[in-house]
Nanobody
Framework: QVQLVESGGDFVQAGGSLRLSCAAS????????MGWYRQAPGKQRELVAT???????NYADSVKGRFAISRDNANNTLYLHMNSLKPEDTAVYYC????????????WGLGTLVGVTS
């Protein structure tokens, strides 16, 4: 089993920055790709960014050039650096990691709230 715990959510003004963290614990050897998703009020959960253990990244078009995903494999921590925040970035941000040995298993954190005011 793997546990994911997010932190770093806050309320900021438009144009501001935040860094989210996701600490993984337990059987972390089961993880390869990790990612961030978000869910805004009344909307479906959507992919924000992913990163492989080797550092290959992928971003949603809406955050390209503003957000950067990174990870510290030695400390089992995932980050999301968010710059030039917009009110439409307001959402609960979730850490996600598929189990690389079980295709139908994935792990989720409980989420951290990011609010961006105009």
């Amino acid at each position: 089993q793997v546990q994911l715990v997010e932190s770093g959510g806050d309320f900021v003004q438009a144009g501001g920055s935040l860094r989210l963290s996701c600490a993984a614990s337990g059987s972390t050897f089961r993880l390869n790709v990790m990612g961030w998703y978000r869910q805004a009020p009344g909307k479906q959960r959507e992919l924000v960014a992913t990163i492989s253990r080797g550092g290959v990244t992928n971003y949603a078009d809406s955050v390209k050039g503003r957000f950067a995903i990174s990870r510290d494999n030695a400390n089992n921590t995932l980050y999301l650096h968010m710059n030039s925040l917009k009110p439409e970035d307001t959402a609960v941000y979730y850490c996600n990691a598929p189990d690389r040995f079980s295709s139908n298993v994935e792990y989720w954190g409980l989420g951290t709230l990011v609010g961006v005011t105009s």
